[in-house]
Every structure is written in structure tokens, then in C-alpha cells.
């Protein structure tokens, strides 16, 4: 049971939001659960809790449900021209920036990232994700054709999906909320998000500022909940007709199934154990930067981290010697210290669950080069970590661990080291350094990865797609590409021409 222990913020609009309990957004008014439970939002820097949360379940989604239904088919959203959506989503990016200090630190306390990376990447990127999305309100356009039947002639309308359910993880809460929103709504959709139970906050506040910037009652409802109970509803509903989901594989199919009842267009973006691959020629002072980077952003809890560091034989030493001083040298804090540079796992059971890989890695042979435990005392907290003497068939090699745990391994074969990169049944990302162009393009032609970093690594652009080969996904994210997942083509013939 978790202590009660309201963490005193100087923030104005971060006390008053922790100083009641939350509650979940439908047709425009902030509701209790129908059920009147709730649920612990938990600071993961103490096991705290921060504040108690309206527990959503069946009864919830289909109170949601059923007003995005009617935003939808009759509310005053279908007949909003274009630039009027545009509007609203540039003026919802002001409000994010404006408030972005209380975004940040409520998504510090209930993921326990660090405060400064919240404010510039989270928040900074969730504010660039509305402001992109805005201008793609108004460039949504069909086609004229000339058609072979005498007397016709046809054009296309994109329209928008419908009512579309988006189930989203603790990693980056806010901002994959925002990845999903903006394009929903940029194309005219209505939503039901539904957070993870370990997040659920930053989302429940972005919902406040969707109704300071005026959206119409019904477009964006938020429940939070369990997967298994609110997502699970959300994801098999009748009514729904999208459903977009980012987290594990294994829900990821779940989801799939349960959408199959009513055939909803379903878009995953699911997890990854990316190759990051450093050749001797590369700049090994920025490739190390990088790999560290790669691996403990966000406590490594991060779908497309570089979680598997191949370096080239005759640089291994050097480039892992690095990446070991570098996790040393990483400030452990809870995520509001402003000197903190890795904050804890987002709970209890995260931490439980990446102690246990590298405990099984290191009974199967792996060497923890540094790190390799839980830093113990209160909060979540695991140590940077580097493994090294692992073979291509072990768990730690293989599977996600999404945490602050890296394996390396040396590599003299282009050919087989590609081989190996494309050994694993994800293919979400993978990072390339070398100072030789050629070596990098062909290297990135073969592998098979959603998005390549050649000499760089996790940077995002709204204007970039991104997605999964393989089980990393279907669909993608951002870019153009996202809107042809929130739209669908009507063809109109005419005749008698
Ligand atoms: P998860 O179970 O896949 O959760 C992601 C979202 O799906 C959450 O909102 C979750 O709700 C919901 N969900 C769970 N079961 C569901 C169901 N049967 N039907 C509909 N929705 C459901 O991820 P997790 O348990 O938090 O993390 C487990 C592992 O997933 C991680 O260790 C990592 O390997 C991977 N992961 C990947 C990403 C990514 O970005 N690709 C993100 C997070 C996690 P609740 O949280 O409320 O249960
Ligand atoms: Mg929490």
C-alpha cells in the first residue's frame, strides 16, 4: 500500500492538480468512473502516491464511446471548416508552451524522467506534434481522373476514419498522447485515448488544455484505466473504427485480435532491440556519445533504444571502455533534482522485470562491465548498465528489456555483423556510425528497420514517419504517411457527362 505523501509543489497549477482526485474527460465534462473506483497515480522517485485517479472500465468506454460516436456524426466538429481544426490545434501548442513547466513536472513525478528532459523534449516535442499536425488540416486533398467509361469521370474525397480508440504507454506519456491526438484530429477524427494506469497524468492535463482551447464537447474523451478492462473495451468496441495502439508486442497482438470483431483499421507501434552498429572509421568520440545516449535516454525505456552495440573488433575496447565511463559517470536522482541525469523505471514491477534479465544474463555468461543491479534504498532506480561476453542466442540478446542495459558485442564481418542485425523478429529502428558514406548507405539498405540513424541517433521530426519491419508494427506515426491511417478514400463516379 502506498504512503500517502503529497509532494509540495511551487507550481500553482501542478498543486492544485495533485490536490484532488482526477477525473476522466467525457463529452466535455470532467466525470468520476461509473463504477466510482479510482486508482494510485505513483511517484516511481519514492513508491509514493501522488494523487488518486478515476479508474475507467467497460461502462466508461462506452459513455466515451458513444459521445465521440456523436461528435462525430452530428456534432458541430464534421461541418468545422479546415482552418478552423487548425486553429484550435495551433492554439492547443500555445497552451502546452504555456504551461509547459506544470507538464513537465507532472510528468517528472508520475514517470520519473528527469524534469529538464521533460520540459525540452517531451513537452517541447508534444507542442511541435500539434503545431505540425495544425498545418496538415488544411492539405488534405483527393484526386480527379479521367476515366476509360465514355460519359464519366471520377474524383476521390479523403475523409476521416471515424471514431478512433488509442491505447498508449508510460514511456513518453504525454508526448505519444500528442502523436496520436494531432493527427486524429488535424484529419477531422474524434478520440478516446486511453493512457497507461502507471501514467495517467500528464495526458488527464493535456485534457484540460484541450478544453481551454475550445474543441467541441465529445471530440477528445480520455479514460484512464487498465489495459485489460478500458482497453480491452476500447479496443473490441462496435462503435469504433480506428484503433491506434503503441506498447508491448504482446498486447500488440492482443489489440489486433479484439480489433478484428468490426475489422478497425489498427496501426501498432510496438517494441524493438535496435542495432546500433560502430565502425572503426566513425568518429569513435561521438559514436560513444551516441551509443550512450541510445541506450540510457529515458532509462533505456525507450521502444527504439540501440540496446544491441556492435562495434568493430579492432575498436571494441575503446568504444566499450567509453560507454562504461559514460554510465559511471551518469547522475542517478529522482527526476526533479535538477542535476539528474537518469531517474528511476516507472515501477516497481519495471524494475523487477530488468533486474531479472540481467540476473539471468549474467547466469547464462554476460559480464555487467558496470551496473549490472538496482541502486537499492527507496524508489525504482537501476544502474546504468553494460554487458559484454554475450552470445547471439541469449535472452538478453534477444528479447526487450527496456531498461538501462546495453550488450555489446565485437564484430569483423560486414556481411554476417547485417545477419545478425536482422536476426531478431523486431525491426523498429538501428543506428549506423562511420565516417565512410558508402559503407552507411549500403549498411542502411540492408537493414531491416523502420528508421536508420546514420551518425546520430533518437532524433524525431513530426515531419519524419515512423513505425515498425517486422513485429515492431503496422503503420506509421507522424510524417505524411500518419494520415493515410486517420483518413479513407471514397471514389465518387460521375456520369451522364
Ligand atoms: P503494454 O502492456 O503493452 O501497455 C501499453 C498500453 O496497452 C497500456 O495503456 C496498457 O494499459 C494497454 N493494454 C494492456 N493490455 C491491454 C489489453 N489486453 N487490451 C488493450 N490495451 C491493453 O506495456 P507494459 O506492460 O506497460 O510494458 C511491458 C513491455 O512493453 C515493456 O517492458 C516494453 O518491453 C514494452 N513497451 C513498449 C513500448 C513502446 O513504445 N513500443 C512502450 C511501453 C512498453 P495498462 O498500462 O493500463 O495496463
Ligand atoms: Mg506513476
Known amino acids: 500500500m502506498a504512503v500517502v505523501a503529497k509532494p509540495q509543489s511551487k507550481n500553482k497549477r ?16 470532467w466525470v468520476a468512473s461509473a463504477s466510482g473506483k479510482t486508482f494510485a497515480a505513483i511517484n516511481p522517485a519514492t513508491g509514493e502516491e501522488l494523487v488518486q485517479v478515476a479508474e475507467g472500465d467497460k461502462a466508461d468506454i462506452d459513455k466515451a464511446v458513444a459521445a465521440a460516436r456523436k461528435a462525430f456524426d452530428s456534432g458541430p466538429w464534421r461541418k468545422m471548416r479546415p482552418n478552423e481544426r487548425t486553429k484550435l490545434l495551433w492554439k492547443l501548442s500555445e497552451l502546452v508552451l504555456a504551461n509547459a513547466d506544470a507538464l513537465a513536472e507532472i510528468e517528472s513525478l508520475d514517470n520519473g524522467k528527469p524534469f529538464t528532459i521533460a520540459r525540452a523534449v517531451d513537452v517541447a516535442g508534444t507542442a511541435e506534434q500539434f503545431q505540425y499536425m495544425a498545418g496538415w488540416a488544411t492539405k488534405i486533398d483527393g484526386r480527379t481522373m479521367t476515366l476509360s467509361t465514355p460519359g464519366t469521370f471520377g474524383y476521390t474525397l479523403r475523409e476521416p476514419v471515424g471514431v478512433c480508440g488509442q491505447i498508449i504507454p508510460w514511456n513518453f506519456p504525454l508526448m505519444m498522447a500528442a502523436w496520436k491526438l494531432a493527427p486524429a484530429l488535424a484529419a477531422g477524427n474524434c478520440v478516446i485515448l486511453k493512457p497507461a494506469e502507471q501514467t495517467p497524468l500528464s495526458a488527464l492535463m493535456l485534457g484540460e488544455l484541450i478544453m481551454e482551447a475550445g474543441f467541441p464537447a465529445g471530440v477528445v474523451n480520455i479514460v484512464p484505466g487498465y489495459g485489460e478492462t478500458a482497453g480491452a473495451a476500447l479496443s473490441g468496441h462496435k462503435d469504433v473504427n480506428k484503433v491506434a495502439f503503441t506498447g ?28 546500433n552498429v560502430v565502425f572503426s572509421d566513425a568518429d569513435l568520440g561521438a559514436a560513444t556519445a551516441g551509443a550512450a545516449m541510445a541506450i540510457f535516454f529515458n532509462q533505456g525505456q525507450v521502444c527504439c533504444a540501440g540496446s544491441r552495440l556492435y562495434v568493430e573488433k579492432k575498436s571494441f575496447d575503446t568504444v566499450v571502455g567509453g560507454l562504461c565511463d559514460a554510465a559511471k559517470n551518469m547522475k542517478i536522482a529522482p527526476g526533479m533534482d535538477p542535476t539528474c541525469q537518469i531517474g528511476p523505471l516507472v515501477s516497481d514491477e519495471q524494475l523487477t522485470r530488468v533486474a531479472g534479465f540481467v540476473e539471468r544474463g549474467k547466469k547464462a555468461g554476460a559480464t555487467a562491465l558496470v551496473g549490472g543491479e538496482p541502486v537499492g534504498g527507496g524508489g525504482y532506480f537501476y544502474k546504468p548498465t553494460v554487458l559484454t561476453n554475450v552470445k547471439h542466442d541469449m535472452e538478453v540478446v534477444r528479447d526487450e ?13 560486414l556481411d554476417e555483423l547485417a545477419r545478425q542485425a536482422n536476426d531478431t523478429p523486431y525491426g523498429l529502428s538501428a543506428g549506423i556510425w562511420t565516417s565512410d558514406i558508402k559503407k552507411a548507405h549500403s549498411l542502411a539498405g540492408k537493414l531491416q528497420a523502420g528508421t536508420v540513424w546514420i551518425n546520430c541517433y533518437n532524433v524525431f521530426d513530426p515531419h519524419l514517419p515512423f513505425g515498425g519491419y517486422k513485429e515492431s508494427g503496422l503503420g506509421r506515426e507522424m510524417g505524411p504517411e500518419v494520415m493515410e491511417h486517420y483518413t479513407q478514400v471514397k471514389a465518387v463516379v460521375v456520369g451522364g457527362m
Not at 528489456?401 to 564481418?413: K, L, N
Open 401 to 413: 528489456i527496456f531498461g538501462p542495459v546495453v550488450v555489446a558485442s565485437p564484430f569483423d564481418d
Open 14 to 29: 501542478v498543486a492544485e492538480f495533485l490536490a484532488s482526485p482526477r477525473k476522466m474527460l467525457i463529452n466535455g465534462q
Open 248 to 275: 508491448s508486442t504482446e498486447v500488440g497482438k492482443i489489440i489486433m485480435k479484439a480489433a478484428s470483431g468490426n475489422l478497425k483499421k489498427v496501426t501498432l507501434e510496438l517494441g524493438g532491440k535496435a542495432p
